[in-house]
Protein backbone atom coordinates (compact mmCIF):
# COMPACT_ATOMS: atom_id res chain seq x y z
CA UNK A 1 0.00 0.00 0.00
CA UNK A 2 3.12 2.73 0.96
CA UNK A 3 4.38 2.00 -2.48
CA UNK A 4 1.29 2.63 -4.60
CA UNK A 5 0.58 5.79 -2.45
CA UNK A 6 4.50 6.90 -3.22
CA UNK A 7 3.38 6.36 -6.77
CA UNK A 8 0.76 8.78 -6.77
CA UNK A 9 2.38 11.37 -5.10
CA UNK A 10 5.51 11.51 -7.30
CA UNK A 11 3.06 11.40 -10.08
CA UNK A 12 1.19 14.47 -8.48
CA UNK A 13 4.42 16.20 -8.19
CA UNK A 14 5.49 15.44 -11.73
CA UNK A 15 2.82 17.08 -13.17
CA UNK A 16 3.02 20.20 -10.85
CA UNK A 17 6.18 20.52 -12.15
CA UNK A 18 5.16 20.34 -15.66
CA UNK A 19 2.17 22.77 -14.84
CA UNK A 20 4.95 24.90 -13.06
CA UNK A 21 7.36 24.76 -16.22
CA UNK A 22 4.65 25.50 -18.58
CA UNK A 23 3.33 28.61 -16.51
CA UNK A 24 6.91 29.49 -16.30
CA UNK A 25 7.76 29.40 -20.04
CA UNK A 26 4.77 31.90 -20.65
CA UNK A 27 5.37 35.62 -21.51
CA UNK A 28 3.66 38.38 -21.68
CA UNK A 29 2.57 39.36 -25.60
CA UNK A 30 1.67 43.28 -25.43
CA UNK A 31 0.54 45.60 -27.73
CA UNK A 32 -1.58 49.36 -27.64
CA UNK A 33 -4.90 50.23 -29.30
CA UNK A 34 -7.41 52.85 -28.73
CA UNK A 35 -4.65 55.66 -27.92
CA UNK A 36 -5.71 59.13 -27.70
CA UNK A 37 -5.21 62.66 -26.53
CA UNK A 38 -7.84 64.77 -26.02
CA UNK A 39 -6.57 68.66 -27.46
CA UNK A 40 -5.94 69.69 -24.06
CA UNK A 41 -6.83 73.20 -22.98
CA UNK A 42 -3.79 73.78 -20.87
CA UNK A 43 -0.12 74.92 -22.12
CA UNK A 44 1.33 72.46 -19.52
CA UNK A 45 -0.24 69.34 -19.23
CA UNK A 46 -2.68 66.71 -20.88
CA UNK A 47 -4.22 63.52 -19.92
CA UNK A 48 -3.87 60.42 -22.47
CA UNK A 49 -5.73 57.40 -22.76
CA UNK A 50 -5.15 54.11 -24.44
CA UNK A 51 -5.35 50.17 -23.85
CA UNK A 52 -2.29 47.71 -23.23
CA UNK A 53 -3.39 44.39 -24.24
CA UNK A 54 -1.80 41.29 -23.14
CA UNK A 55 -2.50 38.11 -25.12
CA UNK A 56 0.39 36.44 -23.44
CA UNK A 57 0.33 33.77 -20.40
CA UNK A 58 2.24 36.05 -17.90
CA UNK A 59 1.46 39.06 -16.58
CA UNK A 60 3.76 42.43 -16.57
CA UNK A 61 3.96 45.67 -14.96
CA UNK A 62 3.72 49.22 -16.82
CA UNK A 63 6.22 50.98 -14.60
CA UNK A 64 6.23 54.23 -16.44
CA UNK A 65 5.86 56.24 -19.38
CA UNK A 66 8.13 58.32 -21.06
CA UNK A 67 7.49 60.97 -24.20
CA UNK A 68 9.84 64.11 -25.70
CA UNK A 69 7.14 66.11 -25.72
CA UNK A 70 7.05 66.85 -22.05
CA UNK A 71 9.08 67.06 -18.34
CA UNK A 72 7.20 63.93 -17.35
CA UNK A 73 5.10 61.52 -17.87
CA UNK A 74 2.99 59.77 -14.87
CA UNK A 75 0.68 57.02 -14.16
CA UNK A 76 -2.84 58.20 -12.63
CA UNK A 77 -5.40 55.63 -11.08
CA UNK A 78 -8.65 56.17 -10.14
CA UNK A 79 -10.68 54.22 -7.40
CA UNK A 80 -14.04 55.49 -6.98
CA UNK A 81 -13.85 59.00 -6.99
CA UNK A 82 -10.41 59.30 -5.81
CA UNK A 83 -7.63 59.66 -8.01
CA UNK A 84 -3.73 59.48 -7.42
CA UNK A 85 -0.31 58.78 -9.05
CA UNK A 86 0.93 55.27 -8.69
CA UNK A 87 4.48 53.89 -9.70
CA UNK A 88 3.04 50.97 -11.29
CA UNK A 89 -0.01 49.57 -12.72
CA UNK A 90 -0.72 45.70 -13.51
CA UNK A 91 -1.25 44.24 -16.85
CA UNK A 92 -3.02 41.04 -16.34
CA UNK A 93 -2.27 37.68 -18.29
CA UNK A 94 -5.03 37.11 -21.29
CA UNK A 95 -6.36 40.76 -20.12
CA UNK A 96 -5.78 44.19 -20.11
CA UNK A 97 -5.32 47.54 -18.63
CA UNK A 98 -7.34 50.01 -19.56
CA UNK A 99 -7.14 53.69 -19.54
CA UNK A 100 -10.41 55.82 -19.97
CA UNK A 101 -11.42 59.10 -19.05
CA UNK A 102 -12.65 59.38 -15.51
CA UNK A 103 -10.34 56.07 -14.65
CA UNK A 104 -6.68 55.46 -14.97
CA UNK A 105 -4.92 58.11 -17.12
CA UNK A 106 -1.69 58.90 -18.06
CA UNK A 107 -0.73 62.73 -17.59
CA UNK A 108 1.64 64.54 -19.26
CA UNK A 109 3.20 67.68 -17.62
CA UNK A 110 5.39 70.13 -18.66
CA UNK A 111 4.45 69.66 -21.96
CA UNK A 112 7.30 71.56 -24.45
CA UNK A 113 4.69 72.37 -26.66
CA UNK A 114 0.88 72.23 -26.77
CA UNK A 115 -0.54 68.76 -28.44
CA UNK A 116 -3.09 69.99 -31.52
CA UNK A 117 -5.76 68.16 -32.83
CA UNK A 118 -4.66 66.17 -36.09
CA UNK A 119 -0.89 65.53 -34.53
CA UNK A 120 0.63 63.02 -32.48
CA UNK A 121 2.50 62.09 -29.41
CA UNK A 122 5.16 59.74 -29.23
CA UNK A 123 5.29 57.82 -26.06
CA UNK A 124 7.55 54.64 -25.17
CA UNK A 125 5.87 52.80 -22.47
CA UNK A 126 8.16 50.50 -19.94
CA UNK A 127 7.97 47.09 -18.60
CA UNK A 128 8.76 45.14 -15.55
CA UNK A 129 9.57 42.35 -17.43
CA UNK A 130 8.81 42.99 -21.11
CA UNK A 131 11.05 45.02 -23.52
CA UNK A 132 9.75 49.35 -24.25
CA UNK A 133 6.55 50.07 -26.66
CA UNK A 134 6.63 52.86 -28.60
CA UNK A 135 3.63 54.27 -29.27
CA UNK A 136 2.47 57.22 -31.62
CA UNK A 137 -0.91 58.77 -29.99
CA UNK A 138 -3.01 60.87 -32.09
CA UNK A 139 -4.53 64.40 -30.46
CA UNK A 140 -8.41 64.48 -30.78
CA UNK A 141 -10.70 67.48 -30.32
CA UNK A 142 -10.81 68.05 -26.60
CA UNK A 143 -14.76 66.44 -26.88
CA UNK A 144 -13.47 63.28 -28.55
CA UNK A 145 -15.63 60.54 -27.51
CA UNK A 146 -13.54 56.80 -28.26
CA UNK A 147 -17.02 55.37 -28.28
CA UNK A 148 -18.97 56.87 -30.91
CA UNK A 149 -15.34 58.48 -32.71
CA UNK A 150 -16.49 61.58 -32.73
Same mark, same amino acid.
Given at each position: ????????? @?????? @????????????????????????? +???????????????????? &?????? *?????????? &????????? +???????? %??????????? %???? &???????????? +??? &?? %??????????????? *?????? @? @???
Amino acid at each position: MLAASSAVV @TGALLL @TACGSDADADGRAELSVRAAYIPQP +VSATMAAGFLTVVNKGGAAD &ELTSVT *STAAGSVTLH &ETVGSSMEE +VTALDVPA %HGQLVFKSGGN %HLMF &EKLKSKPVQGGT +VTV &EL %HFASSGPLEVEIPVK *SATYDP @T @TGH
